[in-house]
């Protein structure tokens, strides 16, 4: 029974807890950075490229036979895979951005509240002076 006790203590840890959720989120955002690849920024830039999709590049090593498949080097995948990427670290490059500059002003804001004026520092003074 110490053994089960441990490992709930373990698990309800709360860097556990929050890791999991992490992922879990992770993998949703995941599907959300691939949607907006695929859907959103790869079609622009398909049509800058003028359409060009590079999956479908191949070396043939050994041409298909009626016994076996033909072995191909598919380095276009690769090359499409590079380029997915690539759009993605930008992508995320500038959500990490504005992320970061949004609490950049959010930090900044309560910093930036007007000092009491002198009146009121030595009308605060008399308060306490007079509490005392």
Aim: aromatic share 6%; net charge neutral; glycine share 8%.
């Amino acid at each position: 029974m110490g053994m089960m006790k441990e490992f709930r203590e373990f698990a309800m840890k709360g860097n556990v807890v929050d890791m999991a959720i992490g992922i879990v989120i992770g993998a949703a955002f995941g599907k959300i950075v691939s949607s907006l690849v695929g859907d959103v920024l790869m079609p622009p830039v398909g049509v800058l490229l003028g359409g060009v999709d590079f999956s479908n590049l191949a070396i043939t090593i050994k041409h298909a036979t009626n016994t076996s498949p033909a072995v191909v080097i598919g380095y276009g995948r690769f090359i499409q895979t590079l380029v997915d990427f690539l759009i993605i670290v930008i992508a995320l490059f500038f959500v990490v951005k504005t992320i970061n500059s949004l609490k950049k002003k959010q930090e900044e804001a309560p910093a930036s509240q007007p000092q009491p004026s002198k009146e009121e520092i030595l009308l605060a003074e008399i308060r306490d002076l007079q509490k005392s």
